[in-house]
Nanobody, 121 residues
Framework: QVQLVESGGGLVQAGGSLRLSCAAS????????MAWYRQVPGKQRELVTL???????NYADSVKGRFTISRDNAKNTVYLQMNSLKPEDTAVYYC???????????????WGQGTQVTVSS
């Protein structure tokens, strides 16, 4: 079994910073791409940023220049550094990862449980 466990959400004032972490554990052969999504009530989950196994990154226009994704391959962990936060960044943030499972050597997509980020004005 594979699990993604997120941490680091919370309440912050506009202009502040937060750092989210997401650690993958279990029967992992390799972790391919890792990503962060976010969702607000009544709206679809949207992709915020992703990072490939080679370190290539992509960002939503709304967070470019403010958010930075990184990963520690040795720890199977992805991070999201969020700076200059705005009230519109308020959402539940989810990580996901495309993981090759050790037993079957098949690739599956896994999701974290979500962590609330609230930015007050």
């Amino acid at each position: 079994q594979v699990q993604l466990v997120e941490s680091g959400g919370g309440l912050v004032q506009a202009g502040g910073s937060l750092r989210l972490s997401c650690a993958a554990s279990g029967s992992i052969f390799s972790v391919v791409a890792m990503a962060w999504y976010r969702q607000v009530p009544g709206k679809q989950r949207e992709l915020v940023t992703l990072i490939t196994s080679g370190g290539n990154t992509n960002y939503a226009d709304s967070v470019k220049g403010r958010f930075t994704i990184s990963r520690d391959n040795a720890k199977n962990t992805v991070y999201l550094q969020m700076n200059s936060l705005k009230p519109e960044d308020t959402a539940v943030y989810y990580c996901n990862a495309d993981i090759v499972v050790r037993d079957s050597m098949k690739q599956f997509r896994y999701w974290g449980q979500g962590t609330q980020v609230t930015v007050s004005s």
